[in-house]
């Protein structure tokens, strides 16, 4: 079946610090590859997403690019801030049963100290 | 336009009760899901509503949950009786159509004692 593994948090960084949060996959067929953000008291977020191999997602200074050879979608953003305090969620999908219900990993959160 | 919409944010129970979650979906969207995050866990998908219909409900732990969709538009879901182990944050999300991106509520931490 499908699963996702995502480093285990909390990443505690300073504010201007780079950011990497691993995440890999596995998957049948071709999966599309999501990173969601929950901000504390919000709901989820779609932050970005990828849909084949080698695409790469964007946002708000994030980036992730679905490596196919190594199954991977790794989130990065290269100056962060005190805002993007959150918990983040990699995900998968693929089209099953007529819906795309999305695997999550566990979540990573992420603090970022001025 | 509103987001998804849930209610209430927390509830505290004590084990053998009975408690009732509910979800307004963005208005127009007939796709309804139901998740739940088990502390420190993934987030597992329970069951997805088209307008009044259960399109899937293989996520659904054990006949303790009920959902329900009278009329297409908000959902319930009730855990009758509460365990120990149904604890945690359960999502709402809505989507247009069953391929489109789904807009997430902001969840219902259920703690149960």
């Known amino acids: 079946g499908n699963s996702v593994t995502q480093m285990e948090g909390p990443v505690t960084l300073s504010e201007e610090a780079f950011l990497t949060i691993n995440c890999t996959y596995t998957a049948t067929g071709y999966p599309s590859l999501f990173w969601y953000v929950q901000y504390p008291g919000e709901g989820l977020q779609l932050l970005l997403k990828?849909?084949?191999?080698?695409d790469k997602g964007s946002n708000k200074g994030f980036e992730a690019t679905y490596r196919k050879e190594t199954t991977s979608f790794h989130l990065e953003k290269g100056s962060v801030q005190v805002s993007d305090s959150a918990v983040y969620f990699c995900a998968l999908s693929s089209s099953s049963g007529g819906s795309y219900i999305p695997t999550f990993g566990r979540g990573t959160s992420l603090i970022v100290h001025p | 336009e509103a987001g998804v919409t849930q209610f209430p944010s927390h509830s505290v129970i004590e084990k053998g009760q009975t408690v009732t979650l509910r979800c307004d979906p963005i208005s127009g969207h007939d796709n309804l899901y139901w998740y739940r995050r088990v502390m420190g866990k993934e987030i597992k998908f329970l069951l997805h509503f088209v307008k009044e219909s259960k399109q899937d409900e293989s996520g659904m732990p054990n006949n303790r949950f009920l959902a329900e969709r009278t009329g297409g538009t908000y959902s319930t879901l009730k855990v009758q009786p509460a365990e120990l182990e149904d604890s945690g944050v359960y999502f709402c999300?809505?989507?247009?159509?069953?391929?489109?991106?789904?807009?997430f509520g902001p969840g219902t931490r259920l703690t149960v004692l």
């Open positions: 999300a809505s989507s247009q159509g069953s391929y489109n991106e789904q807009f």
């Open positions: 990828a849909t084949k191999a080698d």
